[in-house]
């Protein structure tokens, strides 16, 4: 009480004349920043008044009415953990029960390395969070490496790498010609690359591409990787929601694993399970031996801590209740490949609807590629025109999120594209 | 597996060459080696042949070694770590007053009734969990910045505070720092001796250098306000000067609000950027508003500023990292930037913050029955630190007969106590009487009961007198 009256004192005596010496400011030389150009479009499509409008931007699933979508298995957790008793820190390192099975998703049920405690994991930030500990904790232990990038990719994986102060390259990986992947440009910048280079990899559904490697390309770019001694560091966001099977989505992993490579892997539920907001992942590295796992996991947490101390608790409990119980796992296995049908459906009705309104152009490609993004061929300016006149929000790489695409708007999506691209 | 068998497995493999394939299959994964390359065959085989050929076992040879081999166990962080080694411990009477986390007089981790709560409502609700933008809930930005200036302010009604919801206060300060490093690079941040052991993890990781000015006095366990000023004084103008708003962390030694103004006075004389870390607010003295008061004051004299704020210990939401960074700025214009920059600093970093913790501030403090709740529980919390160092007091006086001055005890503040025990003297506590705290000698009365006060007192009183 007596503070405050003696704030209040102070306050009307200095505030004047101390206020008019200070209409300068620090912040002088700050600039607005870019709009990101990935959440901008959802900010402009919000603003939007037209009843007509489509959001096939960003990318979060929606259901076929284009609601956002929260799992049963997932309310179902939480009914479970609502008011619990305890939200005490977790380890810097996170929820043990949840980085378990995390590992059990991406290195196999049975793993001999889990068996074995070859791999150094800790509870990450999603993939965003996963992907940025690795990028520190490579420019801290291996400071003279650079990290090799596809192109396309997506945007924040330049951001993150550059913040970590990493050195980019790129390699070649979409070819716009086919829509497809260009693998002998890609095959040539492995073995171009120095020995032992870095290479970010995306280990299903390709993000803003949908174009992945066959299994048996997979197959040679993990032999030309041994051959050259490369690091494979893989960004896994959508295992299950690809195919519909995680364990096929994890095939690349796997036949790298296979190969005898040592990896690091970025995984994140915000798509597969919906927990976008949560901001669950995982972020491992697999090692020689178990005393190496243990050194590399202290030091993960290490950069962890002064970045935000221990990671949330609550996606983490979500995960852990549904992967740790059968019944609930096994819902969840059912409901992500409702995602993923929907979404291939999606993919077939927009290129026959395509094909049916006689467009000469080939959108094989649309099927041809898988998950969430359609990297449809559309030029930035055919991109402009579909928002200003169509009132189609996407990004001005021409990335489709087949997502935003129901069974109600297909048909005009449909229209409008080929309106846009039948001169072209 | 040992040397003998790695050879025997490697005359194997060269014996076989053209093996079967299940020779290969028991290899793989486990040929451990020494480090020395090997190489059972200078052939080339076709990359694209599908077999499984002896090439594969020089292949899993070649790259068997780690591209981190040279990467060494990280030191056990020293506050996180003293919990580990509390848990390790199998004596009955151990007690656990290192972390800062708050726990009732059972000792029990708590769950304040308002969270659980807003919990249910949530769960009821049913609302989605689509990605937040990436400053955050834009009603927690809202209730948060109120909280800390009032709603009345006038940085607040000018729409002069840049707010972006952070990772609880390590996230928030790590995002400040960022913005400095980018933004005022070579600019240095003083921070007092001592502070909370991950400030300077913060600020070197962010690659912002910092130094120390002097806080804590060990002659008076109090403030050593001179140094203090001096060492403000002295540093490059336009400096940033990290202030803990309430109950510092690791001494409870705060200024008086005379102190303050003198602070704000030298901060404002060399141009100087005050950064407040406000992580206890209401815990402090039991009021919002009064725990408050040192940035209102700043921010009333029209300075600039920063202020990290965190709800792991007022709303006891630990584990849902939740808090903000806010930067005051002149005018609105300049704080719409400096948010947008801010922006820009966390997208690389986890891309937009978790959700959880967000919805439960916003529902506690915008509905004002679960407000006026939450106060009363805070009062509760903030009143049992209180009791607890008034029994502890009492415990010390009684006990000890050499006429030392305990009474830093009760002019201290916050969860936490700067003992004035040195790190042998910290040791003492641990290794004989199974006290864990931290080597600086603080200890969380967070972590204490009325009950165990005694106990504790004895603790002191022994590794304050027998041991150097």
């Not at chain 1, 919000?46 to 259901?63: C, Q």
Request: contains cysteine.
């Amino acid at each position: 009480m007596a503070f405050r009256a003696v704030m209040s004192r102070r306050v009307t005596n200095r505030s004047s004349d101390i206020g008019a010496r200070w209409m300068s400011t620090w912040w002088g030389n700050v600039e607005p920043a870019a709009k990101d150009p990935i959440l901008g479009v959802t900010e402009a499509f919000l603003a939007d008044p037209s009843p007509s409008k489509v959001n096939v931007g960003v990318g979060a699933y929606r259901d076929d009415n284009g609601k956002p979508v929260v799992l049963e298995c997932v309310r179902e957790a939480e009914r479970r953990i609502a008011g619990h008793s305890n939200m005490e820190y977790l380890p810097m390192g996170g929820s043990v029960k949840m980085v378990e099975e995390t590992l059990k998703l991406a290195y196999g049920e049975n793993s001999e390395f889990i068996k074995d405690k070859r791999i150094a994991a800790v509870q990450s930030l999603s993939g965003t969070g996963a992907c940025r500990l690795f990028a520190d904790f490579q420019k801290r232990f291996r400071p003279d490496s650079q990290i090799y990038i596809p192109v396309p990719t997506w945007a924040n994986h330049h951001n993150i790498w550059r913040d970590a102060q990493v050195p980019q390259r790129t390699f070649h990986y979409y070819l716009p010609e086919t829509r497809g992947l260009d693998f002998a440009s890609l095959m040539d910048d492995i073995k171009n690359a120095p020995n032992g280079s870095f290479f970010l990899l995306h280990a299903c559904a390709h993000n803003p591409t949908g174009v992945d490697p066959t299994e048996e390309q997979w197959r040679e770019m993990s032999y030309q990787f041994k051959a050259k001694g490369h690091f494979a560091f893989f960004d896994m966001a959508y295992q299950g929601f690809a195919s519909g099977d995680p364990e096929r989505d994890a095939k690349s992993i796997r036949i790298f694993l296979e190969d005898g490579h040592l990896i690091g892997i970025a995984q994140s539920y915000a798509k597969n399970m919906g927990l976008y907001g949560q901001r669950v992942g995982c972020l491992s590295v697999l090692c020689e031996d178990e005393k190496q796992a243990v050194a590399v996991k202290s030091q993960l947490q290490q950069l962890a801590r002064p970045m935000y101390s221990n990671p949330p608790l609550h996606g983490a409990l979500i995960v852990s209740t549904i992967l740790g119980d059968p019944e609930l796992k096994n819902l969840w296995l059912k409901e992500v490949k409702v995602m993923a049908d929907r979404i291939i459906g999606m993919r077939t009705a927009l290129r026959e609807n395509l094909e049916k309104l006689g467009s000469p152009l080939s959108w094989e490609h649309i099927t041809n590629q898988i998950g969430m993004f359609c990297y449809s061929g559309l030029t930035p300016e055919q991109v402009d025109r579909l928002t200003s006149e169509f009132h189609i929000y996407l990004t001005r790489n021409g990335r489709i999120s087949m997502a935003g695409i129901t069974t109600g708007n297909v048909g005009y999506l449909a229209n409008a594209i080929n309106e846009v691209s039948k001169s072209a | 597996m040992t040397s003998t068998s790695t050879s025997t497995m490697l005359s194997l493999a060269s014996a076989s060459l053209t093996a079967s394939l299940s020779v290969h299959e028991n290899l793989k994964g486990r040929l451990k080696l020494g480090g020395g390359s090997l190489s059972f065959n200078k052939e080339k085989a076709n990359p694209f042949i599908k077999t499984k050929s002896f090439s594969r076992i020089s292949m899993v040879a070649a790259i068997k070694v780690s591209r981190f081999e040279g990467v060494t166990m990280a030191p056990p962080d020293p506050i996180l770590g003293v919990s580990e080694a509390f848990k390790a411990d199998n004596d009955q009477k151990k007690l656990n007053l290192g972390v800062g986390a708050y726990r009732t007089e059972e000792l029990q981790p708590y769950v304040l009734n308002v969270v659980k709560k807003a919990e249910n409502l949530m769960v009821e609700r049913g609302e989605n969990k689509e990605y937040l933008p990436i400053e955050g809930l834009a009603a927690f930005n809202k209730v948060t910045a109120e909280l800390l200036f009032g709603a009345s302010n006038p940085v607040i009604k000018e729409q002069r505070v840049a707010t972006v919801q952070g990772l609880s206060g390590t996230g928030s300060l790590r995002l400040a720092a960022a913005l400095i490093e980018r933004y005022f690079p070579g600019a240095k941040v003083l921070i007092s001796s001592p502070t909370w052991g991950n400030h300077k993890n913060i600020f070197n990781d962010a690659r912002v250098p910092w130094s120390e000015y002097r806080y804590y006095d060990p002659k008076t366990v109090g403030l050593d306000f001179d140094g203090m000023i001096a060492d403000i004084k002295a540093a490059p103008e336009g400096s940033f000067v990290l202030l803990h708003g309430c109950a510092h962390n690791p001494t409870g030694i705060d200024p008086t609000p005379e102190q303050w103004e003198k602070i704000a006075d030298v901060i404002q004389e060399k141009n100087h950027i005050p950064f407040f870390d406000v992580a206890y607010q209401g815990f402090a003295s039991g009021s919002l508003d009064a725990d408050a008061g040192s940035v209102r004051l700043f921010a009333a004299r029209g300075m600039e500023l920063l202020v990290a704020q965190s709800y792991s210990k007022n709303l006891g939401l630990y584990a849902e990292r939740i808090g903000a960074i806010n930067v005051v700025c002149t005018s609105a214009d300049a704080a719409t930037r400096v948010k947008s920059q801010l922006k820009r600093l966390a997208r690389p970093m986890y891309s937009n913050p978790p959700i959880h913790g967000a919805k439960i501030v916003a529902n506690v403090v915008g509905d004002p029955t679960l407000f006026n709740e939450w106060k009363a529980e805070m009062e509760m919390m903030a009143g049992r630190i209180k009791n607890v160092r008034q029994k502890l007091y009492d415990s010390l006086t009684a006990k000890d007969k050499s006429g030392k001055d305990w009474s830093f005890i009760l002019k201290q503040i916050g969860m936490f106590s700067f003992t004035g025990l040195n790190k042998a003297q910290s040791d003492n506590m641990t290794n004989k009487w199974h006290v864990y705290m931290t080597k600086d000698g603080r200890i969380s009365l967070a972590g204490l009961s009325l009950a165990k006060c005694e106990y504790l007192a004895d603790a002191i009183i022994d590794s304050y007198h027998n041991v150097s």
